[in-house]
Nanobody
Framework: QVQLVESGGGLVQPGGSLRLSCAASGASRSRFSINSMGWYRQAPGKQRELVATIAGGGTTNYAGSVKGRFTISADNAKNTAYLQMNSLKPEETAVYYC??????????WGQGTQVTVSS
């Protein structure tokens, strides 16, 4: 079983930046392949939505609302994914979740990290 731990959330002013990290642990890396890692977010009263994903080969995908401001990356050697968020907006206040899809399509989720964008 793979465990994911997010970090890097917090309070930031509108227009500010944050960098989220997601570290995977709990299973031997050589025992499974990572199909993709991604970031999702869920604001109060709203459904969880995709923010960005990165495939094992490095292909990235972004929600339209964050293109040009957010960057997803991964360090395969460290089993860690990152989300650099710039020019943050108040409406992007949410709990941000890390996801890993691995092996034969199994999913693992982190516990979430709160991002609050407010002056």
């Amino acid at each position: 079983q793979v465990q994911l731990v997010e970090s890097g959330g917090g309070l930031v002013q509108p227009g500010g930046s944050l960098r989220l990290s997601c570290a995977a642990s709990g299973a031997s890396r050589s025992r499974f392949s990572i199909n993709s890692m991604g970031w999702y977010r869920q604001a109060p009263g709203k459904q969880r939505e995709l923010v960005a994903t990165i495939a094992g080969g490095g292909t990235t995908n972004y929600a339209g609302s964050v293109k040009g401001r957010f960057t997803i990356s991964a360090d395969n050697a460290k089993n860690t994914a990152y989300l650099q968020m710039n020019s943050l907006k108040p409406e992007e206040t949410a709990v941000y979740y890390c996801n890993m899809n691995y092996g034969l399509g199994r999913d693992s989720w982190g516990q979430g990290t709160q991002v609050t964008v407010s002056s």
